[in-house]
Structures are given as structure tokens and as C-alpha cells.
């Protein structure tokens, strides 16, 4: 078998939550660069989510746009029966979006908390809940749920975003042991500091982005690509013999 041909994606289909930008948007590219069919998710409409979804379908493939706020009590639902009703099926999922409350830990609230744990954790729980049982019936598919560095060196001003990653990557691990033999494989992929419109703004500050590269062995911020590369093979048939595994794209920060 040509190495090749363990990426290629062609007649799957993968939904990427939170991917109108940033890590989502290029792990959905490389997706479809792969010739996945694609469930482009936002919260709300703008010029860049037609222009991404613009981008996918110029690489032959269908691409379909899903709109939804993953704090609502039905998003999970909701995101899932859209994909299965434009799609037909869901062969891989990737549980990227997520949202940060970013302040000293005794400034947050219950409504921080609550935001953050129902983003973050609970839509992925019930996302996974609802594509798994018809991947396994398939014999064959790919959860990927996006953690964080911050699972092993959090931010203090971030004590619930850190949190949630952690839990979430619990989850995939004892999901992992679950599904063992089912052709399904799941797994967190934990970024460190990635050039995205999240980080730009802070990275802004010369001193602070001199004091983010000091403690990054390969000494650069990541590109949104890097972390679709490993993605690309978490997500393939190249990575049928990965699972339960949290893999840290992020220079050697987590060291």
C-alpha cells in the first residue's frame, strides 16, 4: 500500500466545529484538501465563514454550513441532524470550538463557569454521544476533540478554560478503552500558542511574546497548519493505530 492512500479521505465526511477561522479553519481545509466533505460550523454568519466555505468547495469536494451557538441546549442535537440531513452520514468528528473567560480566578462567576463547561465539555460529550453509536455501526471513524497546553501548564488567569480541557481529554481516554475493537478511534490533540485571531492580539506585545517564545524549545509561535497536519493524520486511515492518545502540538511548551 502506497503511504498515500492511508490520507485519503474521499467518500468521508467530518464536521469541524468552530471552523470559520483559526486551527478549526485549517484542520477543515486539510480535510477536504484530503477530499473529505465538510460541515463548516459557526456561531453566527459573516464574510468569512462564505469565504472559507468558498475555499473548501474549490477543492472539489461538498462542503455544508452549519450555524449554531454551542452554549444553546440543543446545539449538540441540532449540529449533528443537520450534518446526517445535508451529508447523509458523519465519519469523523472534530470537537475544536471553544471559548475562554480569560481573568484571576476569583473575578469569575457562575456564568463564566457555566459558558465555558457547556462549550467546551458538555457539547463535545453529547456530540461524541450522538455520532459514535452509527460510526460503530460502520465499523469505521474518527473522533478528535482540541485540548490545550494549558492541560499541563495552565494560564492563572484561565483556571476553568485549563479545567475544561483536562476533563475533556479524560473523557477521550476512557472513551478510547470503551470502543476498543469498534473501528473508531478517538483522541485529543492539544495545541500550545498558535498564530490565531484569538492570540494575535496578546502576542502584540513584544515583551510578553518575548517571554511566551522562552519557555517554546523550537523558539516560533505555531501556524494554525501545524496542528492541521497532525489532525490530517488523527483523522485518517494513517491513524488507525492511534487512539486514547493527547498529543501536544506546541514546540515542546508542555515540557
Known amino acids: 500500500m502506497q503511504l498515500s492512500t492511508l490520507f485519503d479521505l474521499r467518500g468521508r465526511t467530518a464536521l469541524v466545529t468552530g471552523s470559520t477561522r483559526g486551527i478549526g479553519r485549517a484542520i477543515a481545509l486539510a480535510l477536504a484538501d484530503a477530499g473529505a466533505d465538510i460541515a463548516l460550523h459557526g ?20 462542503c455544508t454550513v452549519v450555524l449554531k451557538n454551542l ?15 445535508k451529508l ?20 469569575g462567576d457562575r456564568a463564566d463557569f457555566e459558558l465555558q463547561i457547556n462549550v467546551n465539555l458538555r457539547c463535545s460529550y453529547e456530540l461524541i454521544k450522538l455520532a459514535e453509536p452509527p ?11 482540541i485540548g490545550s497546553v494549558q ?17 475533556q481529554t479524560s473523557l477521550t481516554q476512557n472513551l478510547a ?14 495545541p500550545g500558542v498558535i498564530a490565531t485571531d484569538r492570540n494575535i492580539p496578546r502576542l502584540a506585545d513584544e515583551d510578553y511574546q518575548k517571554l511566551v517564545l522562552s519557555k517554546i524549545p523550537v523558539g516560533r509561535i505555531g501556524k494554525p497548519e501545524d496542528c492541521a ?7 485518517s486511515e494513517g491513524g488507525a493505530y492511534i487512539t486514547g492518545q493527547n498529543i501536544f502540538v506546541d514546540g515542546g511548551m508542555s515540557l
Open 88 to 107: 447523509g452520514q458523519l465519519d469523523i468528528l472534530v470537537a475544536n470550538a471553544s471559548v475562554q473567560c480569560p481573568k484571576p480566578w476569583l473575578e
Open 43 to 62: 456561531s453566527s454568519d459573516h464574510e468569512g465563514v462564505q469565504q472559507v466555505r468558498n475555499e473548501i468547495l474549490e477543492r472539489g469536494v461538498r
Open 71 to 85: 452554549a444553546d441546549d440543543d446545539a449538540a442535537d441540532y449540529l449533528y441532524q443537520q450534518v446526517i440531513t
Open 229 to 235: 497536519a497532525a489532525a490530517l493524520l488523527l483523522c
Open 151 to 167: 492541560e499541563s501548564n495552565p494560564h492563572p488567569d484561565m483556571l476553568i478554560y485549563a479545567a475544561t480541557k483536562c476533563a
Open 177 to 190: 478503552k470503551q470502543l476498543s475493537g469498534s473501528g473508531v478511534t478517538i483522541n485529543n490533540l492539544a
Open 135 to 145: 460510526m460503530q455501526s460502520r465499523a469505521w471513524g474518527r473522533i478528535l476533540t
